[in-house]
């Protein structure tokens, strides 16, 4: 049921004019573990405002919380995920997180510093046959609508590594994308949080447009 109920909410979830009567809304996930999986709350209502400015999109910029093992998870295409420790998944909510990517949706997972070693964990709990595969900078998620050359940009220096974009795959779809090394969802705040530049904080906002439009458009 759920599955019927995911692919009648995507079948409707094009790119959508400002004018339309009927707006979508991101959504943050909710892990158990320990991890702040609350972390940056004013991340996804700037994403939201950002891609309703330069994408045409009509997402609200209020964001809804929804946990990993709820149904309510077949209610939103775009779920986004961040934190800096423990990520713990029992079997049930990974089963419906899987379903959930199966079905047609989509979770980006942003390390805020600290997450690495958690998420690998519980992502190949819902994904057993699987290891996250590094995106080449001449994937089209760096290429739309704005061009990253380089790949992912670098919000803050952390371990001082470069930063990557990792994907899981089904039956050829991206269905989870990682950034790791990045923090885009630091760049996404509020200014005065991270009190980062203009300049940064806007290629982390175009990124951010980037995944998005990916996400409705493959």
């Not at 979830?13 to 991890?35: E, I, V």
């Not at 980006?108 to 590094?134: C, S, T, W």
């Not at 994907?167 to 991206?174: A, D, I, S, T």
Request: some cysteine; overall charge negative.
């Amino acid at each position: 049921m759920r599955w019927i109920v995911l692919i009648c909410l995507l079948a409707s979830f094009a790119f959508k004019p400002a004018t339309d009567s009927r707006p979508l809304k991101m959504a943050l996930l909710k892990y158990n573990g320990g991890g702040d999986w609350y972390a940056n709350p004013t991340s996804l209502p700037n994403l939201a405002k950002f891609c309703n400015q330069q994408l045409n999109t009509n997402f609200e910029e209020d964001f809804a919380t929804v946990e990993v093992g709820s149904a309510d998870l077949f209610n939103y295409a775009f779920v986004h995920m961040t934190g800096h420790g423990n990520v713990v998944f029992s079997d049930a909510e990974a089963e419906n997180l899987r379903m959930y990517l199966e079905a047609g949706g989509f979770l980006h997972i942003d390390d805020n510093y600290g997450m690495d070693p958690y998420v690998r964990l519980a992502m190949k709990k819902v994904f057993p046959d699987q290891e996250f595969v590094e995106l080449p900078f001449e994937h089209q998620i760096y290429q739309q609508p704005f061009t990253f050359k380089s790949g992912l940009p670098k919000v803050h220096k952390h371990d001082d590594k470069p930063a990557q974009g990792f994907g899981l795959f089904h039956e050829g779809r991206l269905v989870v994308f990682y950034s790791y090394e990045s923090d885009l969802g630091d760049g996404w705040e509020d200014q005065e949080v991270h009190n980062d530049s203009q300049e940064v904080r806007v290629k982390a906002l175009q990124m951010g447009a980037n995944i998005v439009q990916y996400n409705f458009q493959q």
